[in-house]
């Protein structure tokens, strides 16, 4: 199985912050990479897909870049309802594997 | 708005089983790869199974192989999950999501809310 690490593991940061995640793969998935925003008690929402595709009805201050091994996550200008854990999940092979999530709280 | 509801959670006994269901509503099920993803309390996703458009495929994730059996009723536009010998570590939020693609691997772009599922005596 294709690990997927994260990091950091959470960090803390203020409204209007430039805030960078890294996910990285333990082997070569090419762009087969997809991030998810979870808010305390709800399910998973879409924000990235194949690396750099921003999801439906997902603000233009969150991209994605990488391709290979690593990736990253950027919300360009922090908002108040950015503060979420951030997952990402290879589509590669089987099975898909999601990392182990990055916590973003308010400084 | 297109959504998924899943019901069928509670608390069983270690050894027991359960069947969850998941219901879709305003678009057709028929057309998408679908899929169970659990979290356990505190801790990170893991998928769990998915299933073919027409049912003739399905995959497990290895925990789960021989105990969880993914299922699809497209007539009554709804994705099932029939778990046997439940232990402790399959206490979770199960979730149901559809792929966004007509492949196998795919990103999930609808979720349903969860439903928990607590195995203990």
């Known amino acids: 199985d294709i690990q997927m690490t994260q990091f950091p593991s959470s960090l803390s940061a203020s409204v209007g912050d430039r805030v960078t995640i890294t996910c990285r793969a333990s082997?070569?998935?090419?762009?087969?990479l997809n991030w998810y925003q979870q808010k305390p008690g709800k399910a998973p929402n879409l924000l990235i897909y194949t690396a750099s595709t921003l999801g439906r009805g997902v603000p233009s201050r969150f991209s994605g870049s990488g391709s290979g091994t690593d990736f990253t996550l950027t919300i360009s200008s922090l908002q108040p309802e950015d503060f979420a854990t951030f997952f990402c999940?290879?589509?590669?092979?089987?099975?898909?594997?999601f990392g182990p999530g990055t916590k973003v709280d308010i400084k | 708005e297109v959504q998924l509801v899943e019901s069928g959670g509670g608390l069983v006994q270690p050894g027991g089983s359960l069947r969850l269901s998941c219901a879709a509503s305003?678009?057709?099920?028929?057309?998408?790869?679908m899929s169970w993803i659990r979290q356990a309390p505190g801790k990170g996703l893991e998928w769990v199974a998915n299933?073919?458009?027409?049912?003739?495929?399905?995959y497990y994730v290895d925990s789960v192989k021989g105990r969880f059996t993914i299922s699809r009723d497209n007539a009554k536009n709804s994705l099932y999950l029939q778990m046997n010998s439940l232990g402790g570590e399959d206490t979770a939020v199960y979730y149901c999501?559809?792929?966004?693609?007509?492949?196998?691997?795919?990103?999930?772009?609808?979720w349903g809310q969860g439903t928990m599922v607590t195995v203990s005596s």
């Open positions: 082997q070569s998935i090419g762009n087969n």
């Open positions: 305003t678009f057709t099920l028929r057309t998408y790869w």
């Open positions: 999940q290879q589509t590669y092979s089987t099975p898909d594997t």
């Open positions: 999501a559809r792929g966004m693609w007509s492949s196998r691997l795919s990103a999930f772009d609808i």
């Open positions: 299933i073919k458009q027409d049912g003739d495929e399905t």
